[in-house]
């Protein structure tokens, strides 16, 4: 029996035919002079969404009792992100421990003095305004340890699309701009490769648990820059 044999059957089996061979067969296909640029897009945006990591620390001289006192100081934590308006969803369990304490002496063994037990949950909320008065709760209801805010963009990527949008006029202009100062103009886009997208929160701040005071700790959200980097060939004539 004979089966017939076609063209792309044997560029199929021809091994020296590759992918890379065959993006050079294209490229000698260009009859103008390619052009390669690197550009930016960048836009801002207000942030919309915070981070806050909460815990309680409790010492005591056993393990059952540091436990015991530390599930009942995160209990009052947990009620007051409650009250807050923050659902159960957005709370997570983000650590537990439990450690011995040692006293160290010169020429001694450590001796045992007691246990360390430590918990903290992790909060995301999106009223942004009120995040000093949740801090202060917390603080309020024996939270001894406080991480954050950390301010940041729910959803991005309506943010990154305008980014990209921007880094693509810039490499158009770009070339637009080599072709007139070369005496061409732009015939052609060959191709367009993300390098990547990304938003910068900036670093979350630090809080120690400090006493009720008549004023509460103020968070300003500021902005942050969404940037989009792309590389494109173009073909100039």
């Known amino acids: ?30 009859s103008g002079t390619r052009l390669d640029v690197v550009a930016s897009g960048e836009v801002t945006r207000i942030p919309d969404i915070a981070r806050i990591s909460a ?37 997570q369990t983000s650590s537990i421990n439990l450690n011995p304490e040692y006293r160290y002496e010169e020429n001694k063994a450590p001796q045992l003095v007691g246990y360390r037990a430590g918990n903290e949950v992790t909060a995301r909320f999106r ?8 801090l202060d709760a917390l603080v309020a209801q024996g939270a001894n340890q406080i991480n954050g805010p950390m301010l940041g963009l729910d959803k ?3 943010a990154l699309d305008e980014a990209r949008a921007a880094a693509l006029r810039t490499a158009q202009a770009r070339a637009t701009m080599y072709a007139r100062a070369l005496g061409k103009r732009v015939k052609r886009i060959l191709s367009v490769s993300e390098a990547g997208g990304t938003y910068q929160p900036p670093r979350p701040m630090m809080m120690e648990a400090r006493a009720a005071q008549d004023v509460s700790t103020k968070i300003d959200p500021g902005e942050q820059t969404v940037s989009v980097s792309l590389s494109a060939s173009f073909e100039l004539e």
């Open 1 to 30: 029996m004979i089966r017939a044999v076609t063209l792309a059957s044997l560029l199929a089996l021809s091994t020296p035919f590759t992918a890379a061979a065959a993006q050079d067969v294209h490229a000698q296909a260009i």
């Open 127 to 134: 009223d942004i305004a009120n995040t000093g008065r949740i």
């Open 55 to 91: 815990g309680v620390v409790t010492q005591a001289p056993t393990a059952t009792a540091a436990i015991e006192q530390n599930a009942r100081q995160m209990a009052s934590v947990r009620a007051a992100l409650k009250r807050a308006g923050i659902a159960d969803r957005d709370i």
């Open 156 to 158: 991005p990527e309506a």
